[in-house]
């Protein structure tokens, strides 16, 4: 996969398709490889998919020192001005829908539609999960639900023993956890312009559904979609329903 200067960063990063450009933006620890094959295929068939890894994370080089979740947007905007695209859609997950919701505050020129996945807006107007355990719990505990888990175990070891090697460790996962326990948009969400869709999980333990709900209210006109019988990671566990819910939000609504 190719990478790119931006700023005190290399980005690594790759692109599907073509067409309207959207931005993925993976969460916590996880690189590009983590949201798997099939979403991305699914909406490359419409859109210029664009996935990279975030600092500290997969192949994008490590950082010097400790950064917040507001100068992880800014390397988002960054990677954008590298590679020419001037304007996207932009689709977080998790902590990276932390980072979505800084993007569309400080680049609100740079935004066209806004995805936030699983996602929360920290401070006072959170009700947290498990989301600490991601680092040292049983990861596809957390990440599916117990059915999907009995019944793609063979593709789900496959799918770990891929993407492993590439989650932060270290000093590195340290980094990237401490600018998300601090990230707090609470007061700031209802600057955000953008047409703004919410999906979640029904039965996300790490970041509950409560969030998504209060995402929602805060956020004027945003919609909210509910993935049915889905985990944290609906984006691997529901490729399908997750793709048609951002397709029909990215061509129908205004």
């Not at 290399?10 to 983590?34: A, H, V």
């Not at 010097?64 to 905007?77: F, G, R």
């Not at 020419?84 to 919701?101: D, K, P």
């Amino acid at each position: 996969m190719p990478k790119i200067p931006v700023g005190d960063l290399t980005i690594n990063y790759q692109i599907q398709g073509k067409g309207e450009p959207l931005l993925m933006i993976m969460g916590f620890s996880f690189s590009l490889l983590d949201w798997g094959t099939r979403l991305p295929e699914l909406l490359a068939q419409h859109y210029k998919v664009i996935l990279f890894d975030n600092r500290d994370a997969g192949e994008t080089s490590r950082s010097t020192k400790p950064y917040t979740i507001e100068q992880m947007a800014a390397d988002a905007a960054g990677l954008l001005d590298a590679l020419g695209e001037s304007r996207v859609h932009v689709f977080g997950i998790s902590m990276g829908g932390m980072i979505a919701q800084y993007f569309a505050l400080n680049y609100p020129d740079k935004l066209n539609k806004l995805i936030l996945g699983c996602t929360m807006a920290g401070g006072a107007c959170s009700q947290p999960g498990a989301f600490s355990n991601l680092s040292n719990g049983n990861v596809l505990e957390l990440l599916f639900t117990p059915e999907f888990i009995q019944q793609h175990q063979t593709e789900l070891a496959t799918f770990l023993q891929t993407t492993m090697p590439f989650h932060s460790k270290g000093e590195a996962l340290t980094r990237q956890f401490y600018a998300m326990s601090s990230h707090n948009t609470c007061d700031l969400l209802g600057k955000i312009t953008a047409p703004t869709l919410v999906i979640t999980g029904d039965r996300d333990r790490v970041i509950p559904p409560q969030n998504s709900d209060i995402l929602t209210q805060k956020m004027l006109g945003a919609k909210e979609a509910i993935i049915k019988d889905a985990a944290h990671a609906f984006c691997f566990s529901h490729p399908d329903s997750t793709a048609t819910t951002i397709i029909n939000f990215l061509e129908n609504q205004p």
